[in-house]
């Protein structure tokens, strides 16, 4: 009989993975840090996490199976005036943006909480809430950038390939069995390891997101009013905004870098803060 080395490579591969996710659901990622895996690890995950190692179809075929799970767990908010708004001004910001040659979907998820975030292969979802909190078009126009932004830089992609690796993610996403995709899509969204940003890739976020509305002509300057308006419901009302730290802190130096990048930034006039069609959205959600 012949010895099929690649299914035993398979069925430890496998059951490494098994492991690993087990490890990850029951210890909870938080535990799990850079730092405790000692400098050598470290130096050696933040080699891999620059490198750029998914192709462009792998990485929508990852980002659609998330979609559809993500999908089955959340409303969405379907008031064509506000979804065709958000969807305009997203693929106004993706036509600027440092990776416009893949599609974006942008979605509005009918929820109260002030969220936005960013799945990869290009999904990006607004929450109802985000776009009540926002006093001007300038502000959710770099809220978008932002999130465009962790796109732009794989953020997610570049944290799962360190936590799980390079060949079990690439191996999993190209086999014909969905299946695993899905189970491996539902434990990562389970455990919340999508939106676990580093401030290096906060900051990356950040000087994309204000360079890009400045490239569509939007003002940058709703960078920092964004913050401002968020400490401020800070205070007010704590709690709409837990996931939104939790995966977004607001440090003073992002205010400080957001606050540099724009100084630098040569000087152009008509750009603008708002629009007409804000105003319509805002009136239509009040
Ligand atoms: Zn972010």
């Not at 960078?223 to 440090?251: C, D, M, V």
């Amino acid at each position: 009989m012949k010895y099929d080395c690649s299914q035993s490579v398979k069925a430890f591969r496998h059951a490494f993975l098994s492991i690993w996710t087990a490890f990850i659901l029951t210890f909870n990622v938080g535990c799990f840090s850079l730092n405790s895996m000692g400098q050598i690890g470290s130096s050696v995950l933040e080699e891999i996490s620059d490198i750029n190692i998914f192709t462009d179809e792998e990485e929508l075929k990852f980002g659609q199976a998330f979609a559809e799970q993500h999908a089955r767990e959340v409303k969405f908010y379907t008031d064509p005036i506000v979804t065709n708004y958000i969807n305009n001004l997203g693929q106004e910001l993706v036509k600027r943006s440092k990776r416009n040659n893949i599609p974006y979907t942008f979605n509005v998820v009918d929820s109260k909480e002030i969220n936005a975030y960013a799945v990869p292969g290009g999904f990006i979802y607004i929450n109802l809430g985000l776009i009540h909190a926002v006093e001007t078009e300038s502000e959710l126009a770099f809220v978008i950038g932002h999130e465009i932004g962790h796109i732009v830089g794989q953020h997610s992609m570049k944290r799962l390939t360190q936590i799980y690796g390079l060949e079990i993610l690439k191996q999993i996403i190209l086999d014909e069995d969905s299946n695993k995709l899905t189970k491996l899509v539902a434990d990562i969204l389970a455990a919340g390891l999508l939106f676990r940003y580093s401030r290096d890739n906060e900051r990356e976020s950040d000087f994309y997101g204000v360079n890009n509305v400045y490239d569509t002509g939007i003002s940058p300057e709703g960078g920092i009013s964004f913050f401002e308006t968020l400490q401020k419901l800070q205070r007010r009302k704590p709690t709409a905004l837990e996931k939104l730290i939790s995966t977004h802190p607001i440090h003073s130096e992002r205010i400080t870098n957001v606050r540099n990048q724009i100084n630098e930034l040569p000087k152009k006039s008509g750009l603008r803060t708002n629009s007409s069609r804000f105003k319509q959205v805002k009136r239509r959600i009040r």
